[in-house]
């Protein structure tokens, strides 16, 4: 195992120290619980936006606690749920008398702690709702998307909710933004080499020189397809079919394209694969609103990437272009640039 870290046991700790002192202008760390919280928490008549998940995944989770995105994030170790002391530490500082909408991705433990915090929080008068973000098509049948893993779509969730909280909207109206968002959302990646965790020290699953495993999860879930790495347009346009297929995606429709490297792969190769992604949607009479390419959602250094599909009426486009800011993303508002920082 070649990483450039010092106790493989301290891994996160240290992580969340270094982001803490670079970042400590807009973050605030809560050490025991190992929770951020932004530096202007809690917000009046604001709903609180929390979301949590296990470290390995950067920017995800805690890179889009900011302005414009969640208010909160509880993180546990590499892969691992955080608790649910964590996550009601999270609320419990960022949150005023508007609520608590908990926003994370679609995993048995994050699913049971959550709900655990929600049922001790309500217990306390704070009102919780939660929305699961479950947008990557490999993992379950369409008739059953909400039974989905929760991948890079997570970041237009927080785009989309964390604007309309900003607005000063009221628990139900961002729980149903949220929702929506989810429900327009589709996603699927490819892998093509493993990461460690350094916990463990060896890689999460084997895969061939010459393999790629089309569908694989963030956390090296099985996939639908093992085959021969194929050419970067190919995969691409397999990828593509699937993604436009399932909700369908029409001729006519608007769409936020989000192009994301797992970890390990070069930004010109997410270019290559947006150019193509770029062609296909132009030949199916699909307008791009707005792109995003880098890394949003990554698996440590697992190789690969996903591409990312939200589906964009009027309501959910003024929302995209509202202003967003954290330590991990900038997006000035319309017009502007937006790129991973």
């Known amino acids: 195992m070649k990483k450039f870290i010092n106790d493989p046991q301290a891994f996160v700790k240290e ?40 470290s390995g995944h950067l920017p995800v989770f805690l890179g889009y606690v900011g302005y414009g995105l969640c208010d909160g994030v509880a993180i546990g170790e590499v892969f691992q749920s955080p608790s649910a002391d964590q996550i009601i530490a999270a609320a419990e500082a960022a949150c005023s008398d508007a609520g608590v909408l908990f926003l994370f991705g679609n995993y048995s433990g994050d699913v ?40 890079a779509g997570l970041f237009f969730a927080y785009k989309i909710a964390g604007a309309k909280a900003e607005t000063l909207a009221n ?6 933004l949220a929702e929506k968002v989810v429900a327009r959302t589709r996603s699927m990646g490819v892998a093509v080499t493993p990461c460690i965790i350094p916990e463990v020290g060896k890689p999460t699953f084997e895969i061939g020189e010459n393999e790629m495993e089309i569908g694989m999860g963030i956390h090296g879930e099985r996939g639908i397809h093992r085959g021969e790495l194929r050419p970067a347009d190919e995969v691409t346009t397999k990828l593509m079919d699937e993604i436009i297929g399932d909700l369908p995606f029409e001729s006519g429709a608007e769409v936020a394209v989000l192009v994301n490297g797992l970890g390990a792969t070069p930004l010109e190769e997410l270019y290559i694969v947006y150019r193509k992604v770029h062609e296909i949607l132009q030949g199916a009479g699909i307008r791009v609103y707005r792109n995003y390419i880098g890394e949003f959602a990554t698996s440590m250094e697992m190789g690969g990437f996903s591409i990312t599909l939200l589906h964009l009426d009027d309501e959910l486009k003024e929302l995209l272009d ?19 920082q």
Do not use: Y
Not at 171 to 176: A, G, K, P, S, Y
């Open 171 to 176: 628990l139900d109206e961002v729980t149903r």
């Open 15 to 54: 992580c969340v120290e270094g982001i803490a002192v670079a970042h400590s202008d807009e973050l605030r760390l809560l050490d025991e619980a190992m929770c951020f919280v932004r530096q202007d928490s809690p917000k009046v008549n604001k709903v609180a936006i929390i979301t949590g998940g296990g």
């Open 112 to 151: 049971m702690n959550f709900d655990m915090a929600s049922e001790i929080l309500d217990m306390q008068g704070i009102i919780c709702k939660t929305v699961l973000v479950s947008d990557d098509v490999a993992s379950a049948p369409r008739d059953s998307w909400q039974k989905r893993r929760g991948v």
């Open 322 to 340: 509202a202003p967003a800011k954290s330590p991990f993303f900038l997006q000035p508002g319309p017009g502007g640039m937006v790129r991973a």
